[in-house]
């Protein structure tokens, strides 16, 4: 007989399937960057990309929702940072350890944090502030300004890194209305458009059948990617299933080793172990306001 499985357990799982996923996006990335620019390679992914997004919005209805003046202003600030992201985080990949790129970007729940408070007015206690802090040094324990292996590229992925929490913190202001998914096909069509124009100018290099197939590898497992973290988000305990999202490390490391081998050093390890424990602690402290705020409301509620 077999038993249910709870929805924490199955939010969890569509968590790290969606991590996952974007691990082999972003293998499949670095692999067709060895033929491919930056923005040639941003063009051409995001065309089968936004093809299969506009087929979906079509098939919703909502390709034609008019949307209020405040969610377009917030909408292209989320592109403004979704193209930026794009482009520095795949120039940074491009260029450095898939284990390390991907470790900068764990931090990206911190910055957020970070950057809610001072932008949003979000409280954040002195604990937490602490775990941003200490999420922070484990960034510089991986990229190691001064060091031998230091190059620009390391910054560029602290850049992306930026320019997704601008994203992110945007995103958190649209309104309930606006269809998730019609801003998914929004950000992937500029992106592509972006990758596209400047494209022309940075010079294309010769296209080749692998690099399509990886390209069109890297369209799917992106798309598997958004779908399942949409579905983490509608399944479970948030503060459980996001838990989860730094299982995306196990894969980006196992990868890295199998198919560029690139072995992490210690600092790396180290570094990413740092953002991993001032990420989970940052939840655990974000799950603890959650339910305190519960608790006042419905003490409020009962007066």
């Given at each position: 007989?077999?038993?249910?499985?709870?929805?924490?357990?199955?939010?969890?799982?569509?968590?790290?399937?969606?991590?996952?996923?974007?691990?082999?996006?972003?293998t499949?990335?670095k692999?067709?960057?060895?033929h491919?620019?930056?923005?040639?390679?941003?063009?051409?992914?995001g065309?089968?990309?936004?093809?299969?997004l506009a087929?979906?919005?079509?098939?919703?209805?909502?390709?034609?929702?008019?949307?209020?003046?405040?969610?377009?202003?917030l909408?292209?600030?989320?592109?403004?940072?979704?193209?930026?992201?794009?482009?520095?985080?795949?120039?940074?990949?491009?260029?450095?350890?898939?284990?390390?790129?991907?470790?900068?970007?764990?931090?990206?729940?911190?910055?957020?944090?970070?950057?809610?408070?001072?932008?949003?007015?979000?409280?954040?206690?002195?604990?937490r502030?602490?775990?941003?802090?200490?999420?922070?040094?484990?960034?510089?324990?991986?990229?190691?300004?001064g060091?031998?292996?230091?190059?620009?590229?390391?910054?560029?992925?602290?850049?992306?890194?930026?320019?997704?929490?601008?994203?992110?913190?945007?995103?958190?202001?649209?309104?309930?209305?606006?269809?998730?998914?019609?801003?998914?096909?929004?950000?992937?069509?500029?992106?592509?458009?972006?990758?596209?124009?400047?494209?022309?100018?940075?010079?294309?290099?010769?296209?080749?059948?692998?690099?399509?197939?990886?390209?069109?590898?890297?369209?799917?497992?992106?798309?598997?990617?958004?779908?399942?973290?949409?579905?983490?988000?509608?399944?479970g305990?948030?503060?459980?299933?996001?838990?989860?999202?730094?299982?995306?490390?196990?894969?980006a490391?196992?990868?890295?080793?199998?198919?560029?081998?690139?072995?992490?050093?210690?600092?790396t390890?180290?570094?990413?172990?740092?953002i991993?424990?001032?990420?989970?602690?940052t939840?655990?402290?974000?799950?603890?306001?959650?339910?305190?705020?519960?608790?006042?409301?419905?003490?409020?509620?009962?007066?």
């Amino acid at each position: 007989m077999r038993l249910p499985l709870s929805e924490n357990i199955r939010g969890a799982a569509f968590m790290s399937i969606s991590m996952a996923a974007f691990v082999v996006n972003d293998t499949a990335m670095k692999l067709a960057g060895e033929h491919l620019n930056v923005f040639q390679a941003m063009f051409l992914r995001g065309i089968l990309t936004t093809l299969m997004l506009a087929i979906f919005c079509h098939y919703k209805g909502i390709l034609t929702v008019r949307l209020p003046k405040k969610d377009r202003r917030l909408i292209v600030l989320r592109l403004i940072g979704e193209v930026n992201a794009a482009a520095f985080y795949l120039t940074a990949l491009f260029h450095m350890p898939l284990a390390n790129a991907t470790a900068i970007l764990q931090s990206l729940p911190l910055a957020v944090t970070l950057g809610a408070a001072i932008f949003l007015g979000e409280p954040v206690g002195w604990r937490r502030y602490f775990a941003i802090c200490a999420g922070f040094i484990g960034v510089l324990m991986i990229v190691r300004p001064g060091a031998d292996g230091f190059n620009e590229y390391s910054v560029y992925a602290i850049i992306s890194v930026l320019f997704v929490v601008l994203r992110d913190l945007a995103t958190r202001r649209l309104s309930g209305t606006v269809p998730s998914t019609l801003v998914t096909f929004l950000t992937s069509f500029s992106v592509m458009s972006i990758g596209g124009i400047i494209s022309i100018f940075d010079g294309w290099a010769p296209v080749t059948t692998e690099s399509l197939g990886l390209l069109a590898l890297a369209s799917v497992f992106v798309m598997i990617g958004y779908q399942f973290s949409i579905s983490t988000m509608r399944t479970g305990d948030l503060s459980f299933t996001s838990l989860f999202r730094y299982t995306i490390l196990i894969w980006a490391i196992l990868i890295g080793i199998i198919v560029f081998n690139e072995f992490p050093d210690l600092w790396t390890i180290l570094g990413s172990a740092v953002i991993v424990v001032s990420g989970l602690y940052t939840v655990y402290r974000e799950r603890l306001l959650a339910r305190r705020q519960r608790k006042e409301r419905a003490l409020k509620a009962a007066e």
